[in-house]
């Protein structure tokens, strides 16, 4: 298939374009760099010995999205292009509603004026808001949410359905992913943030290599095994994978689907900090701090939709992800730079 990628040089985009190479699949990307670098994208070649086609845009812009879809001939798109942090987005709710809503209606269009039908879109578990139960099923109410971020996800999925009722030739994946972590395991890619992270994985990684002093762990008395929050960690490659499949479904399909990607298993804070110590034969200074505002106790998924519909399950484990999440960090310590 011919897959356009929107933010395919971002974090989880660039895995997936790994993986879609790999299968024989044809890339294009479409980036503005907002949140990434074009070394990833030398990078993502040099990793799978092949070249894809690329484009400096944004993809909310119309006209060129037009153009970029009048001169390929897209079989399928999967959107990753957007803004990802929650606080950000409480501080700058509009610059996320501009751009993580405009470029999912633009894109929609252009697939309308262009014959194009199928479409996978990163969602979120966000979009779950405070569990009710868990684990969490695709048929639990998804509107509860706490950030403009999480709204932009709720938004665009409803977006989505609206299109799919409207024109019967449509598809669409919305996955939800749950928590990404680790990267691909050569160390040439991997989750580069801009400033102190805000997510456990890549803190501890700076910890561990002694850019931030220690990790604090946000709150001990949650009514979980030891106390910290628990979370569904899944390895980047995994979900790259999962996207594969998705495109696969999508194209066999009609109509909107929402499907969890997570491993459905449950790890807690302390358990990601004694695993990256122990893998990774590292000292990792920490300490209990206060809870995070906002932050829920348990949160992983059913999986059983992805497995059933998709044929896909997670099969990378908490080790491989604690490996793999520091052997990119100790050989990249300025990340692309
Ligand atoms: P990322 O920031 O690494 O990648 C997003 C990419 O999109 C970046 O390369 C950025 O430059 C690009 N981009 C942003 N807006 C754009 C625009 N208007 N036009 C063109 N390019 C644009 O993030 P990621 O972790 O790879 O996440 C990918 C998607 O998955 C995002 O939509 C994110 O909200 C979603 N998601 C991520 C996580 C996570 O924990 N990483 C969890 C759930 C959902
Ligand atoms: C984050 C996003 C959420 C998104 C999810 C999946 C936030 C607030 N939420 O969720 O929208 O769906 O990723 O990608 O960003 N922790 C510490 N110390 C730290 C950092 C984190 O103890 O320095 C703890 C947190 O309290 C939490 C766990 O680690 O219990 C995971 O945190 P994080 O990586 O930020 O992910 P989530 O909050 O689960």
Redesign the pocket.
Known sequence: MKVLLTGGAGYIGSHTCIELLALGHDVIIVDNFSNSKPEALNRIREISGRDFKFYEADAADPEAMDRIFAENEIDCIIHFAGLK???ESCHIPLRYYRNNLDSTITLLEAMEKHGVNNIVFSS???VYGVPERVPLTEDMPAYKTS?P??WTKIMSEQIFRDACAANPNLSVVLLR????IGAHESGRIGEDPNGI?????P?ISQVAIGKLPK?????NDYPTPDG??V?DYIHVVDLAKGHAKAIEYAAAHKGAEAINLGTGIGYS?LD?VNSFMKVNDIDLPYEI?G??D??VPE?YADPSKARELLGWVAEKGIEDMCRDSWNWQKNNPKGLD
């Open positions: 942090a929650v606080g979120s578990a966000t950030s971020y999480g992913y749950f928590n990404p992270p805000n997510n456990l994985m803190y990790l604090g762990v946000f709150g910290t929050c979370r804070v990601i701090q809870r995070r906002g932050d949160c």
